[in-house]
Nanobody
Framework: QVQLVESGGGLVQAGGSLRLSCAASGTRLSNNAMGWYRQAPGKQRELVAHITSDGTTNYADSVKGRFTISRDNAKNTMYLQMNSLKPEDTAVYYC????????WGQGTQVTVSS
């Protein structure tokens, strides 16, 4: 059974930073293309960043230059470093496969105040 658990969200002022974590069990992150997604109130879930098994990364235009996706293979944990946060980044953030392969978890709430 695959389980992905997000953590690290919180309330931060505009311009601040947060680091989100995605702890995986039941699958090796290094064997999968993985992504971070977010869903803001009233909007569709969107892919904001992904990383392939060989370490190649890609970002949505809205977060490019501000967010960094990475993983620690020894800890089987994926991260999203979020810098220069904007109120528009407010959303629930989720991790899953780049092509989702498991149920969506609870996510972690990120709220950016102006």
């Amino acid at each position: 059974q695959v389980q992905l658990v997000e953590s690290g969200g919180g309330l931060v002022q505009a311009g601040g930073s947060l680091r989100l974590s995605c702890a995986a069990s039941g699958t090796r992150l290094s064997n999968n293309a993985m992504g971070w997604y977010r869903q803001a109130p009233g909007k569709q879930r969107e892919l904001v960043a992904h990383i392939t098994s060989d370490g190649t990364t890609n970002y949505a235009d809205s977060v490019k230059g501000r967010f960094t996706i990475s993983r620690d293979n020894a800890k089987n944990t994926m991260y999203l470093q979020m810098n220069s946060l904007k109120p528009e980044d407010t959303a629930v953030y989720y991790c899953n496969g780049h092509r989702p392969f498991t149920s969506w978890g609870q996510g972690t709430q990120v709220t950016v105040s102006s």
